[in-house]
């Protein structure tokens, strides 16, 4: 556990989980509603944009804005054609349109995979630069883009929450809808945007990570559970929460393996989902009641 080229690892691959986490946690503050499309919109941004570069030969960086778009795309799509309606349908119940957003999983993991193709790409790096070894490791270019990246989302959001009037409106319709409603706040589009930016982040998110391990549509559905499990590990207490939790199944990917063998990532994730479940179901990291 020593070695600095696994605690990079560790760095790169908690990153993602909890930029996945945390696009996760805006709609869960901003709707009152876990997306598991999360980790499909992720992948159709990674998989449509390495598609577009190879395959129609779009420049780089074009392809990586439209594998943004598609992302954002979908994820409001899901507000406006099929959380909204069902929840309008089932008297604002939660778990219909916790089932339809699971049929959206596999309807984006499925699509991407009819349009896309099948077999896995590798993905696009718009900046190649590196790598440097920093004593004994090695940090590449895509390393330091994505961790960077990710630091400076956190910090954005944060931000954003904390000081924009449409980030405390946000945090407003979550708490309490019906009440948000009665004041006549903008409940519908708060709820949009929330889901809105959650797609960005989500494809950020597959676009950064793509380069290191590549790209398939069968990618989304794992992504959505590791993120799941990062936001339950952090909790929601604050904004960067899910990237402690991120960083967390990081170190059981890259450790598990040397001390359980190959079946150790997985058993671990499940044995810790299992702990926070029935001892601490709200994260590391509560939401404060203020009285």
């Known amino acids: 556990m020593t070695d600095p080229q696994l605690w990079l690892s560790v760095l790169e691959i908690g990153s993602f989980f909890g930029l996945i986490a945390l696009a996760y946690q805006l709609t869960l503050i901003g709707a009152g509603f876990f ?12 998989l449509g944009a390495s ?23 979908a994820s409001g799509l899901t507000e406006l054609l099929v959380v909204r309606q069902v929840q ?6 939660e778990l219909p349109a916790l089932v339809a957003v699971t049929a959206v999983l596999f309807i984006v993991q499925q699509g991407a995979g009819a349009i896309f193709g099948r077999p896995a790409l590798p993905g696009q790096v718009l900046f190649s630069f590196g790598p440097w070894q920093i004593g004994s490791a090695y940090v590449s270019g895509t390393a330091v883009v994505l961790i960077v990246a990710t630091a400076l989302i956190f910090l954005a959001v944060s931000l954003w929450m904390r000081h924009s009037r449409t ?3 946000l945090r407003a319709v979550g708490d309490n809808r019906g009440a948000a409603a009665l004041l006549g706040l903008p409940v519908g589009r708060i709820r949009l945007i929330a889901f809105l930016l959650a797609g960005l982040i989500a494809g950020a998110a597959g676009l950064l990570y793509a380069p290191k391990t590549g790209v398939a549509f069968t990618s989304g559905l794992s992504w959505t559970l590791v993120g799941f499990l990062a936001l339950v590990i952090g909790g929601t207490g604050r904004t960067w929460a899910p990237l402690l ?6 170190a059981i990917q890259v450790f598990a393996p040397f001390y359980f063998g190959s079946m150790g990532p997985t058993t671990m994730v499940l044995l810790i989902a299992l702990l926070f479940f029935a001892f601490r179901p709200q994260g590391l990291f509560s939401t404060r009641v203020r009285i």
Do not use: C, D, Q
């Not at 594998?67 to 954002?72: D, E, R, Y």
């Open 88 to 93: 309008k349908r089932s008297g604002r119940g």
């Open 245 to 250: 939790g991120g960083f967390v199944l990081g």
């Open 51 to 73: 598609w577009l570069t190879l395959e129609i030969g779009l420049p780089i960086a074009l392809s990586l804005v439209l594998g943004l778009v598609i992302a954002v795309v």
């Open 35 to 46: 997306n598991f499309a999360i980790g499909p919109y992720a992948m159709a941004a990674a």
């Open 167 to 169: 980030g405390r409106l």
